[in-house]
Structures are given as structure tokens and as C-alpha cells.
């Protein structure tokens, strides 16, 4: 199992979460987060006090996935959060010791594969 | 605003006020009572600018909170100077049927004598009038929010208050072919033709040219703050008393019918409102009341000193169904006129004006001013054909001096610069910083960091 933590622009979550539907990933967890990536940064003003903003709006994106599981949610975050410029994020695949479903008490790879829902 | 059902409003009162020991050669005079009321109408209606900002705002996603609301108030300085430098001469001095002249260009001897058929100073007139220019040009920023570029955003509304705006207020209310005397005139009370439909043509010409958001139809744009939605609905109704109360030009009966009635109106529209949001949703909505409200407001605009005010509640209730719907149609189309600008104020004014038509009645309106229920079916389609030639002239013009701006400056930010939001881009700020990350820039350094141009920020 891996966790797989990906960094992106805020404007393209949207547009992440359709792909990662449509590659069958399921169970995402998002925070908003700020972070400097190297980008250019905004200067703003106010009041006569001229800052930098060092910080960016980023949104973080956590996914607990099962080894076959990796490369299709690697693949849709990086076709759909990409725009070309300094500042699309980064995504980070890091080895999981064990995972446990909480509802059922399964461990590992039966607790990451998504459920069925009933209809 | 009728000027000729004024001027002949005022001599019947003043026929009653004063037995006939007054000679009837008028020596036009100010009146303090009126005086005072107009006074306190001009600052209500320019209160309506910033809470429009609000309004519209909180319809807004947040990373554009304060350019949609600098949209608004940056309409009090740009437009606010060009109707004293030229708006205003144009509208309201002596020209021919569709043009005013140049005499009151610069303001040129307006003074506080009385205005010609009225009892207020000149200068109080002009700035009531400038009041309503302002508001008329930044209900146009909401068709195009969070895509214009502010700079091309600004030379349009500013260009268009004077080739737009300033010729159709004086059709209507400086001596033009639209608003001739009671009976065979238009009858627009406080700027139903004007000012809504007037907006609501530019509006829908911009939203068209300009073009859609980027994430229009991708994705839902939400309203980012909903409270503040209903803060601007509730400052636009208190600061809407003056618009219409004020239209009255005068303390006067005409001004007290036009205050209840814009009092009633939009009671009867939310009512309306909230039924149709319940029997299709099952729930009442903010966002829907807020908008009922302003849909109300505009309705009973060009009605509201002339008719009764069982009329006006039957005016707001009828004025709820077109912009209801509008609005639930355009979301499924391809037309980003963002903020519903032509289903509220295009549909909310022609359905006020065409009933305005219907429910003129002479008992509160004044001789001659009667619609269709009163006897007089002709009104309804003198009121269509100043709405039609409202529309035509604005939808036709604004798209020639849009076509023009867009020659010379680009209308839309790229993609990127939607992306972060056009707070950062266009004015340097966030609606909602908390400060975190900001490093102060001093003095010595400032010339070797990267300028806050939105190039830069556009190619990051």
C-alpha cells in the first residue's frame, strides 16, 4: 500500500477529483493549505506597506491506495493538475506500514479497496 | 420622473396649497421641505452603489470579492466625474429629440437657483442625477465579473455613462422623444426604461463579447458569502427609497406614493419568490430572496408614483415570474451573464414598464397618467415602444464602443489570471488575507523585486 499525498492549485481540484472518478480512485481526503514552490511571488499593497506574499494558496490531497492502485492515480492527478507553469505542485508516493478500516476493523489492502455501495 | 406630470403635478398642488391669492405668474423659488428631501434622496441613492458592491460580491467566489466590488465603486469616481464634466450637460440641457446640448458642459452655470420645473437648486438636481448615472453603469460589472479586465472594465462603463446613458436619460427626462407630455409620453417614474433596461442591454451585449469564464459550465461557481448577498439586497431596498421617493423631485404626495409603493412592491415579489422556491425545491433560499427583492425594486421603478399601492403589490408579484425563470433557463445556456443581470434588471424593468402601462392610475399619478385598467390601452404601447427603443439604442451602442475597447485594450484576463483570482491580478490584494507568508518589502529593495504586474503573475 502506498499514501499517496499530492500538492496542487487550488483552481484545479475541480478538475483532479473528476479524473481521479473517472480512474475509479476512491476515498480522497482534501485540506487547503499554503506553500512556496519556487513561484513568482505576488507582491500586494496596502496602505502604503508593499509585501510579498511567499505563501501560496495550495490544496492537499491524501489517498490511501493498494500497489496496482498507484500508477492510475498517479497518471490522472498529473494530466489533470498540470498547467505548464512554475507552481502546479508536486506529488509524493510514500510506503504505508499498515492501513485499518475503522467501520470494520479490515487491515491493509482489503481496508484501502473501496466498497461497493448497495443500492 | 415625468418633468411635465410634475411641473403639472406641482401647479395643481400648488393650486390647492395656495388659494388663488397667489399671482399665477410663478417666480420659481426653493423650497426647503423639498429641498431637504432631495437632499437626503441623493445620499440614499449613492449609498446604493456600495451596497450593490455587496450585493454582488457575495454572489462572487472569493478570490474575486474585491475586484467584483471595486466594479461597483469605482463607478462613484469614474463615472461620478464624467457626468459632471459632460454626462450631465448632455442628458439634461437643451438639444434636440435625442441628444441634449453642451451648455452645461463643466457644470457652466448651474447654480442654486432652481432647477426649470422644479423647486430645488440646480446644483442638487445635478447631483441627484449623478447619483443614478453611477448606479445605472456599475449594475452593468455584474455580467461580467470575474473575467473583465478592470482597466478595459472601467473605460467602458465611463465611455458608456456619456454615449449610452446620458442620451437615453435625456429621451426620457431631459425633453426627448420618449418622455413627452402626460398622455402621449412614456410614463418611466424613477428609471424602469433608463436605468434597468438600459444596464441590463449593456450588460448582456458585454457578457456576450467578453465571453465566459473559464470554468463556466466545468464547474459550479458559487456564491462565496451569502449573508453579505443579503446585507447589499437589504442597503440596495432602503437606499431604492430615495431612487423612487426621490423621483418625485419634490416633498410632495407624488413622493409619499412612490415611497409606499417601493415599500410594498418587493414584499409582494418575495412572497412570490419564496412560493416558487418552495414548490420547486421544496426550500427557500437566501440567494432567492436577496434577488427577489432587487427584482421587486426594479419592477416598481418606472410604476411607482403612479399607481395605487394594491397595484404596486400586484406589480412585484407578477414581476417575480419572468426573472425567476430567466434565471433557472440562462444557467443551462452558454450566456455567462454572470450575475443574472438581464433576467433582474432587463425582465424586472420591461415587465414594470409594460405594467406600469396597465396600472397607471390618474388618481395617483397625476392627470393624463392612466394605463389600460384606467381606460387608456394606447399607454401600454407608447411603454413598449420606449423599451424597445431602449434596447435597441443601448444593446446596439454599447456593442459598437465594447467592439472599440476591445480594439485597443484586451476585455478578458487569461486563464491563469482566473485562476488565481482577479483580487491579486488586478488590485494586489486579497478579500481575506490573514497575513501568513506576507514578507514586508523595504524601501532599498523594492525596485529589484519582480513587479506586481498581473504579467508576471499570468506567466508564473
Known sequence: MKLIVAIIRPDKLNDVLKSLYKAEVRGVSVSHV???????????????????MELQEKIRIEIGVSDHFVDPT???????????????????VIPVESVYRIRTSEKDTAAVTPVAVKA | MSFDLLSSGLSILAQVENPPTTAPA???????ADTAWMLVSTALVLFMTPALAFFYGGLARSKNM???????????GFVGVAWALVGYSLAFSDGNKFIGGLSWAFLQTIGTDPKVGTTIPHVLFMAYQATFAIITAALISGAIIERMRFGAYVAFITLWSIVVYAPVCHWVWGGGWAGAAPGIGALDFAGGTVVHINAAAAALVAAIVVGKRKDFGRQALLPHNVPLVLLGAGALWFGWFGFNGGSA??????????FTNTMLAPCATMVAWTLLDLLRTGKVTGVGCGT?????????????????????????????????????????????????????????GITG????????????GGAGNKGLLNGNPGQLLIQAEAIVGTLVYSLVVSFILIK????????????AQQGVGLDVVDHGEEAYSNGEGAVLILENESTSTPAASPSTIGAR
Request: charged fraction near 15%; avoid cysteine.
Open chain 1, 34 to 52: 499554503r506553500g512556496h514552490g519556487g513561484e513568482t511571488e505576488n507582491v500586494e499593497t496596502y496602505r502604503g506597506t508593499t509585501v510579498k
Open chain 1, 74 to 92: 498517479v497518471q490522472s492527478i498529473l494530466s489533470a493538475a498540470k498547467t505548464g507553469e512554475v507552481g502546479d505542485g508536486k506529488i509524493f
Open chain 2, 26 to 32: 410663478v417666480v420659481p423659488v426653493v423650497n426647503p
Open chain 2, 66 to 76: 474585491l475586484n467584483t466590488m471595486m466594479m461597483s465603486f469605482i463607478a462613484m
Open chain 2, 249 to 258: 423631485l419634490a416633498s410632495n404626495a407624488s413622493a409619499a406614493t412612490a
Open chain 2, 292 to 348: 427577489g427583492i432587487v427584482v421587486g425594486l426594479v419592477a416598481i421603478t418606472p410604476a411607482a408614483g403612479f399607481l395605487s399601492p394594491t397595484s404596486a403589490m400586484a406589480v412585484g408579484l407578477i414581476a417575480a415570474f419572468p426573472s425567476y425563470f430567466a434565471i433557472i433557463i440562462r444557467a443551462k445556456t452558454s450566456l455567462d451573464d454572470s450575475l443574472d443581470v438581464f433576467a433582474a434588471h432587463g425582465l424586472g
Open chain 2, 353 to 364: 414598464a409594460l405594467l406600469t402601462g396597465v396600472f397607471a392610475d390618474e388618481t395617483w
Open chain 2, 404 to 415: 472599440i475597447i476591445g480594439f485597443l485594450l484586451p476585455l478578458k484576463a487569461t486563464d
